[in-house]
């Protein structure tokens, strides 16, 4: 098969770089005579993995040494029920930012838990903006302070960190993390599934810093305890082995990119051409307020929603995949993470330019 591009949201595409060398190593991991599929996380090889993947990732996010990394399992999903489980510190409420379907979510689960604050929503715009910072209501007594830094259906993304007065702040990154920098000693604890921006699906990432361990409420299943998995290196239980290796070759293919700075500047330029192709046209519209247009996840909407399918079938034929909207919101969505190669943004560009032409 030829050469294509895979817009998906998620799982989602994967340097072919990283493809190549998995695909080189699955029968051997570097002399081992061992492929990493079979490898005991406890035995001579795979602990090398582990170490590496970790600080891989300390290093290209400049994570302070009073945090802790956990590779989970359970998705972002798993997070939205075990960060009131975790960190509630005997508190009984937390604030929420709701700004789309993520962020919705988690506060719909956390509500099993404790009182949740919503304390600013976006919901009657469509969740099309974020609602102005200085209007936010928070709670000098809740636990924390949780947004979504990348929604990743509706395509909005905050540009800066909210501040979050005093409150430990909190957030899912699962769709932007690593993708421009941020300020880690800003937040309280980060998490993010690893299937949008670094690579297979099957690893939660948990950065949480260490003052916020300890507190897990006693029904918390251990594998599910910060403070527990810290401690055993998130091996209290086998970890996903295959998956952290491959999470690990994709740290260390975004290392030789330039690490995140050079990611982000990639990022932008890739999204700052598509958006500007979409605002030109006349077929396409993006209904996201300008400031807060995510640079991973792209919808757009055509004009007659009858050329939907039209659309979606011409583009496959010029192998330019997976860009239906989400059910939730319908229309397109071109999710250009990371490993989207500027040409895939250009070989789109191209394609939406001639469709609209001959239609
Ligand atoms: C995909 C996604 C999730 C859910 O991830 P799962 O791994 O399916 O649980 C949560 N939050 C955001 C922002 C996402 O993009």
Redo the contacts with the bound molecule.
């Keep these: 098969m030829s050469e294509i591009y895979n817009f998906s949201?998620?799982p989602s595409v994967f340097p072919k770089s990283v493809l190549l060398q998995a695909q080189q190593e699955l029968l051997d991991w570097q002399g081992s005579g061992q492929s990493v599929l079979e490898m005991s996380h406890r035995g001579n090889y795979f602990p090398t993995i582990a170490e590496q993947l970790e600080s891989d990732l300390r290093a290209l996010m400049a994570i302070p040494d009073n945090y802790k990394l956990l590779f989970l399992q359970?998705?972002?999903?798993?997070q939205f029920s075990l960060i009131p489980q975790n960190i509630l510190r005997g508190k009984s409420s937390a604030c929420y930012v709701k700004t789309g379907a993520?962020s919705e979510?988690a506060v719909i689960d956390a509500q099993n838990f404790c009182d949740v604050l919503v304390s600013a929503s976006s919901e009657n715009s469509g969740y099309t903006t974020v609602p102005e910072e200085s209007t936010w209501v928070l709670d000098e007594q809740a636990a924390y302070l949780h947004y979504?830094t990348?929604?990743?259906i509706h395509g909005v993304e905050f540009s800066k960190i909210p501040n979050a007065k005093g409150l430990p702040l909190v957030a899912?990154m699962?769709?932007n993390i690593l993708s421009r920098v941020i300020d880690v000693s800003r937040y309280g604890l980060i998490y993010a599934?690893t299937?949008?921006n670094m690579g297979p699906?099957g690893v939660?990432v948990v950065i949480v810093r260490e003052d916020l361990l300890g507190y897990a409420s006693k029904t918390t299943p251990p594998v599910f305890d910060y403070q527990e998995q810290a401690k055993s290196h998130s091996m209290l239980n086998t970890p996903a082995t295959y998956n952290w290796y491959l999470v690990g070759l994709v740290l260390k293919w975004l290392k030789a990119q330039g690490g995140v700075a050079a990611m982000e500047q990639f990022n932008n330029a890739k999204a700052a051409k598509l958006y500007q192709a979409i605002d030109q046209s006349t077929l396409y519209s993006n209904p996201v307020d300008v400031s807060y247009r995510s640079r991973m996840n792209v919808p757009f909407i055509l004009a007659d929603a009858n050329l939907d399918q039209v659309f979606l079938k011409s583009a496959e034929t010029q192998g330019l995949f997976e860009l239906r909207g989400h059910r939730s919101v319908g229309g397109m969505r071109a999710s250009i993470y990371n490993a989207m190669p500027e040409a895939g943004v250009k070989a789109l560009i191209d394609f939406m330019i001639e469709f609209e032409r001959t239609h």
């Design positions: 949201a998620g359970g998705g972002a999903s798993a993520w979510k979504t990348n929604e990743t899912d699962s769709s599934g299937q949008k699906a939660t």
